[in-house]
């Protein structure tokens, strides 16, 4: 069982209010990772982490940010949300891979479900 | 650029039929390719694959890999309204970072 905890579950707030959403993970994983869903359609990448102090954008543009001061941290910032923000949000964390070897699998959380009204 | 498609888009089937759900890939450097269960919030991990023909199995559902051909199977066999669920295809390649595709959306009716 993973062991990857995201909180909150469900928000729902106002335009303009800034936001964290946050994950942690107990495994000791190297690698994070925060995708973006939209109901019914696929997982965007959104931020990944290689470790501390370790953050890069994904392949979706997003006007959120992250932070990795320790290893099992993970928070996902919205400055001043908006309704075009209303998503679910997804953390993922992998196991450090040898170079030159296959990555391991990742795993999720259960996801934030973010409204902006 | 990487990419991962995934068909049919959605499915609906009857308990007992088999399906089998497709994924090709675009990738530089792949080091591997995922299968996940989707049902209402966080993905589950079903397989990985690394290597060409070598099926993995667990139960009634099995995968296999051609990288020759950039795609893989999902085949679930004897399926039941449990299996209903979204699968997702990913890829992973020297950067580690998971691509997904759209997912594959199967209902099984009873």
């Known amino acids: 069982e993973a062991d990857i905890y995201q909180t909150p579950r469900y928000l729902v707030i106002g335009t303009g209010k800034k936001i964290t959403l946050e994950c942690s993970q107990t495994?000791?994983?190297?690698?994070m990772y925060w995708y973006q869903q939209d109901p019914g359609m696929e997982l965007h990448l959104i931020h990944y982490?290689?470790?501390?102090?370790?953050?890069e954008k994904g392949d979706l543009s997003s006007e959120s940010t992250v932070s990795r001061i320790r290893t099992e941290h993970f928070p996902l910032t919205l400055e001043s949300a908006r309704p075009s923000h209303t998503s679910q949000y997804l953390c993922a964390s992998s196991e450090h891979s040898i170079p030159g070897v296959s990555n391991t699998e990742a795993f999720f959380g259960q996801g934030t479900r973010l409204t902006v009204v | 650029e990487d990419k991962v498609v995934q068909s049919p888009l959605s499915l609906v089937v009857h308990e007992g039929d088999t399906v089998t759900l497709n994924c090709s890939y675009e990738?530089?450097?792949?080091?591997?390719l995922l299968w996940y269960k989707q049902e209402k919030k966080a993905p589950t991990f079903l397989f990985m694959l690394?290597?060409?023909?070598i099926e993995k199995k667990s139960g009634r559902l099995s995968s296999i890999l051609d990288k020759k051909e950039l795609f893989s199977i999902l085949n679930i066999t004897a399926t039941q309204t449990g299996d209903s669920a979204i699968y997702l295809c990913?890829?992973?390649?020297?950067?580690?970072?998971?691509?997904f595709g759209t997912g594959t959306r199967l209902k099984v009716l009873a």
């Open positions: 690394t290597s060409s023909g």
């Open positions: 495994m000791g994983h190297d690698k």
């Open positions: 990913a890829h992973t390649s020297g950067t580690y970072k998971y691509i």
């Open positions: 982490s290689y470790g501390v102090n370790s953050t």
């Open positions: 990738v530089t450097n792949f080091r591997s």
